[in-house]
């Protein structure tokens, strides 16, 4: 079975920078598409970014766009979510997770197989 755990999440001052890691293991692994999802206090989980297996095809949300970059590095099996400019309203629990269905991607929560344990983000006003 797959395991994800994200790590870098913390305390950061609005305006600023972080970046999330999301390291995959298991002698399955071969997602076809990585995706960050986040679920702030009180709101359903939502989609933030994925990125395609081979890296050529990302997406993001709305409330992220060009602030946010997904990349992956498939020799580690690890995905990135670079995160800049960011808002209060950024603060949630960021959540990775993999499809081993969708190779050009998906946005729906339903068509991941795997998730992680998810890492706490905390922007200051």
């Known amino acids: 079975q797959v395991q994800l755990v994200e790590s870098g999440g913390g305390l950061v001052q609005a305006g600023g920078s972080l970046r999330l890691a999301c390291v995959a293991s298991g002698p399955t692994f071969s997602p076809y598409t990585m995706g960050w999802f986040r679920q702030a206090p009180g709101k359903e989980r939502e989609f933030v970014a994925f990125i395609s297996r081979s890296g050529g095809s990302t997406r993001y949300a709305d409330s992220v766009k060009g602030r946010f970059s997904i990349s992956r590095d498939n020799a580690k099996n690890t995905v990135y979510l670079q995160m800049s400019s960011l808002r209060h309203d950024d603060t949630a629990v960021y959540y990775c997770?993999?499809?081993?269905?969708?190779?050009?991607?998906?946005?729906?929560?339903?068509?991941?197989?795997?998730w992680g344990q998810g890492t706490q983000v905390t922007v200051a006003s």
């Open positions: 997770a993999s499809s081993m269905r969708y190779i050009l991607g998906t946005t729906r929560r339903s068509e991941y197989d795997y």
